[in-house]
């Protein structure tokens, strides 16, 4: 009986889906802009399987203009590619349960990203 119970309990777990933490769901949001035809544009090269979008509602047709005070978040090619790692690190932290270092990572990898057009 306590067998039954015991294969039962296992069978759920593996049947049930990972439960997306919220630190998940900002690192494949980051991907998604780091996947985009603005961050395309930005390295000059296309990413595996095509650009994304992000299917966003608020999503503006063309980037706002940036002014002389947004010189720091201008994205670069390197920017967009070292936020690509990052994020690849956080999806790491994550997967190994450390939420705290997950968001600081995606934290970095947001500001490496720059705004991307």
Wanted: hydrophobic content about 40%; charged content about 20%; glycine content about 8%.
């Amino acid at each position: 009986m306590i067998i039954r119970f015991a294969v039962a309990a296992l069978a759920l777990a593996v049947a049930t889906p990972a439960l997306a933490t919220p630190c998940s769901d900002e690192v494949d949001t980051l991907q998604r802009r780091l996947d985009s035809a603005g961050a395309a544009a930005v390295t000059g090269s296309t990413p595996p399987g095509g650009t994304t979008s992000s299917n966003s509602p608020k999503a503006l047709d063309t980037p706002p203009g940036l002014t002389k005070s947004d010189a720091a978040v201008k994205p670069t090619a390197s920017g967009v590619e070292e936020a690509k790692k990052l994020v690849a690190q956080a999806r790491q932290q994550d997967k190994a349960g450390d939420a705290q270092g997950c968001r600081d990572t995606i934290l970095k990898a947001k500001e490496k990203a720059g705004a991307l057009p």
